[in-house]
T-cell receptor
Framework: GQQLNQSPQSMFIQEGEDVSMNCTSS?????WLWYKQDPGEGPVLLIALYKAGELTSNGRLTAQFGITRKDSFLNISASIPSDVGIYFC???????????????FGQGTILTVHP | DAGVTQSPTHLIKTRGQQVTLRCSPISGHKSVSWYQQVLGQGPQFIFQ???????GRGNFPDRFSARQFPNYSSELNVNALLLGDSALYLC???????????????FGDGTRLSIL
């Protein structure tokens, strides 16, 4: 199948440190999405990327769509305790309309931030 | 504005039973998708409905079925429950049309289904 390989599986960091995680695939995609999921809640969209090479920020979060269209990374700067959670990458195979209803997710990166 | 709402939040069933999960999308959203999230994994796509028609189906057995109503709410039905069906079932909605930037899915908090 069209799996996404997300790494690392888990991270334990100190408050204030920067974090980097990435997602790769053997196939080319048109859109990369990054979600965060807190315990007992559904995933929340953090950043959406639509073009190869695109670099987008959302506060302390920055994500990039790889030039090859087969990878993406998410950086979190100056981490704080509320950054704790599971981060998922997800892809949309085709752009436009109802295609966004069929997402494929990575396995997730569990982030723990020590105060 | 209300987000995606799902009911019930928790449910306990026994093997062989049937279950119906419900989802109300964000107002104005016409696309509803269902995902299964097993503990320790990412969500897996089950179904998508748009304008009351099925637009996609994931790799799930026929025991799983869904439908969308005229008000765009949706139900997911699972028959002959197995222990492996224990999971968090997530519903997500989106506009389903228009510019790409308006499309990404908004998720509800899910229904936690436990099979005994």
């Amino acid at each position: 199948g069209q799996q996404l390989n997300q790494s690392p599986q888990s991270m334990f960091i100190q408050e204030g440190e920067d974090v980097s995680m990435n997602c790769t695939s053997s196939s080319i995609f048109n859109t990369w999405l990054w979600y965060k999921q807190d315990p007992g809640e559904g995933p929340v969209l953090l950043i959406a990327l639509y073009k190869a090479g695109e670099l987008t920020s959302n506060g302390r979060l920055t994500a990039q769509f790889g030039i090859t269209r087969k990878d993406s990374f998410l950086n979190i700067s100056a981490s704080i305790p509320s950054d704790v959670g599971i981060y998922f990458c997800a892809r949309v195979l085709n752009a436009g309309g109802t295609s966004y209803g069929k997402l494929t997710f990575g396995q997730g990166t569990i982030l723990t931030v020590h105060p | 504005d209300a987000g995606v709402t799902q009911s019930p939040t928790h449910l306990i069933k026994t093997r062989g039973q049937q279950v119906t999960l419900r989802c109300s999308p964000i107002s104005g959203h016409k696309s509803v998708s269902w995902y299964q999230q097993v503990l320790g994994q990412g969500p897996q796509f089950i179904f998508q409905y748009y304008e009351k028609e099925e637009r996609g189906r994931g790799n799930f057995p026929d025991r799983f079925s869904a439908r969308q109503f005229p008000n765009y709410s949706s139900e997911l039905n699972v028959n002959a429950l197995l222990l492996g069906d224990s999971a968090l079932y997530l519903c997500a909605s989106s506009l389903g049309r228009g510019p790409d930037k308006d499309q990404p899915q908004h998720f509800g908090d899910g229904t936690r289904l436990s099979i005994l």
